[in-house]
């Protein structure tokens, strides 16, 4: 005797994956694609040639090394911040918790003016750094640091804090009783959970940070060789209507990303079965 299929309430599978692959190709893969199909548009030498200008290949230098310090910077703060939020109860709380996601709404542009002029040596902060320290950040790499920074928190903190949430206060407890200290409990028990997640955190941020052009192109200065990013390079082609070149810059930039989220999945993989494991 045959068993009656239960209806789901959501449509057929064959319906859902036809939506789904619509969307995903209007919206990413067409666009993707076109990045190869103006790229095509040069010779094998001349898309190495314009991809390896001393020039190019140092913007590419600065935009990944600068995105991953601050990302790096951006993982130990979003930790914090991630658990003072879940551990701790303080005036306030809603606030900072809503205000974490302000780089999200506010335009990067704005971001940008409002940082260097809080950075310039004449700025509120870059004042105080250049009078006491002699240090510049507004037209200089630790600039572009600072600008990626607060880009980039954001990724760090949601990806961090769900998972802390969701950690039961006993496996601590239970630790403490056996003799553990609180360094322990948190490297033992507590930071081997939140491991993937500070790792998705991190990719997510570098990969936002590499790409990002508006809070950057105003606090850099743009000085070529010294804090001239890749996306202000790809926007340099695009005025000089040099639509191949700028796309082949951009089809670089693009395999970069796709490079760092694939490690990023690799890696969470790999802490997921560790722990798995372990536990």
């Not at 056996?178 to 491991?195: C, N, Q, S, V, Y």
Request: aromatic letters at 12%; proline letters at 5%.
């Amino acid at each position: 005797m045959k068993q009656k299929k239960t209806k789901s309430v959501i449509p057929g599978f064959g319906l859902s994956f036809g939506v789904t692959l619509t969307i995903l190709s209007i919206v990413v893969l067409i666009p993707l694609c076109s990045l190869v199909v103006f790229s095509a548009r040069l010779s094998p030498s001349e898309f190495l040639h314009t991809i390896t200008t001393t020039r190019v290949l140092k913007s590419y230098w600065i935009s990944i090394s600068t995105a991953f310090v601050a990302s790096a910077i951006n993982a130990a703060m979003g930790l914090i911040l991630a658990w003072i939020l879940v551990r701790y109860e303080f005036p306030g709380k809603r606030f900072v918790d809503g205000l974490i996601e302000l780089p999200f709404a506010l335009p990067t542009a704005v971001a940008g003016i409002a940082l260097t002029h809080m950075t310039t040596t004449q700025g509120w902060v870059g004042k105080i750094f250049y009078d006491l320290f002699r240090i510049k950040i507004a037209y200089t790499p630790l600039g572009i640091v600072v600008a990626l920074i607060f880009i980039g928190i954001p990724f760090v903190v949601r990806s961090v804090q769900p998972v802390l949430e969701k950690i039961d206060i006993q496996y601590e407890e239970a630790a403490s009783l056996l003799g553990a200290t609180r360094r322990e409990t948190f490297w033992k028990i507590i930071f081997p959970e939140i491991l993937p997640a500070l790792i998705s955190g991190f990719s997510l941020a570098f990969a936002r940070c590499i790409g990002e052009y508006g809070s950057v192109v105003f606090i850099s200065g743009n000085i070529p060789y010294e804090t001239e990013i890749a996306p202000l390079m790809i926007m340099s082609k695009l005025q000089e209507y040099d639509y191949a070149s700028a796309t082949s810059i951009a089809l670089v930039m693009l395999a970069i990303a796709f490079v760092i989220l694939s490690v990023n999945a690799i890696l969470q993989s790999m802490v997921s079965k560790r722990v798995s494991g372990i536990a």
